[in-house]
């Protein structure tokens, strides 16, 4: 079971997920302690293993640094659900073995605190707390044996031996 946490607002951008003042290491653990530090200084206290992000439009627009994605799934999270992505850092998602969930209807489906359970591979989230069932378009497959690799560099790996 997810809990969610809920961002009411569009255009979150990678430097209010990942502070570019933190941006001096490439040491995961230490990038995590810092995750949406500029947005919800909290957010690392509350986080759990397993909870989601849910936002609006625009989801990690700004920079194209792959930062954002290592603090966001180091710190636990196991997934964010967004009106839409920057492309970029929905490609930066998936690259790195990262799954994203694109729902227009995300903020008025979902509440701060709502307890979730997502089916990723038949495209279902049970939202618990509201009682209703939100369907969403899953990842296409080369996007997931991505993922499942653990990123590209490693499904390259995997296809080249």
Known sequence: MAKAHVYKRDHINTD?????????????AELAKHCL??????????VEA????VAGEDFGC?????????????VGVQTVIAKSFARIF?????NNGFYLIELPAALEKI??????????????????????DIKFNPLPDFALE?????????HITTKMK
């Open 62 to 74: 700004g920079s194209s640094r792959e930062h954002a994605v290592w603090a966001i799934r180091t």
């Open 16 to 28: 209010e997920i990942m502070p570019a003042r933190y941006l001096n290491t490439d040491d995961r």
């Open 146 to 154: 991505i993922i499942n690799a653990g990123g590209l560099l490693n």
């Open 50 to 53: 397993g909870d989601c992000i």
């Open 90 to 94: 929905y490609r930066n998602a998936i």
């Open 111 to 132: 509440s701060d605190g709502d307890e979730l359970e997502i089916d990723y591979k038949n495209g279902l989230i049970k939202n618990k707390t509201a009682g209703i």
């Open 37 to 46: 530090e500029d947005l919800d200084s909290d957010f690392v206290n509350k």
